[in-house]
C-alpha cells in the first residue's frame, strides 16, 4: 500500500467563458482559434454565451429542488482525458 502522494490529476479547469473569450480575442478576430471559437457562442442581450450558458438563460434563474439548483455546466461530464490518465498512471 502506498503511503505518499506523488500526483494529482485535476479534471476541467474551466474559465468563466466571457473571460475565456476574451484571451482568445486577443489573438485578433481573425485569428485560427477565435474563429473556431465563434461557432461556440451566441451573443445575447450584449452577453457571449456558450451552450450551457444559453440553457441556463433558456430556463432562466436557478430554482431550489431538494437542495440542488437545475443548471447545466459543462463539468458535468468526467473528463475522460483524466480518467485515462490516472489508470495509465496507477499501472506503473
Known sequence: MRTKLDCVVIGYNELPF???EHFIKTYGEDSEAYRD???S???LDGHKLDYPGLLNYA????????G???RFKSGDIP???AVYLT????RR
Open 79 to 81: 473528463n475522460l482525458a
Open 37 to 39: 471559437l465563434k461557432f
Open 87 to 90: 489508470s495509465f498512471l496507477r
Open 68 to 70: 440542488t439548483f437545475a
Open 41 to 43: 457562442f451566441v451573443n
Open 18 to 20: 466571457e473571460q475565456y
Open 59 to 66: 430556463i432562466g434563474p436557478p430554482q431550489a429542488t431538494a
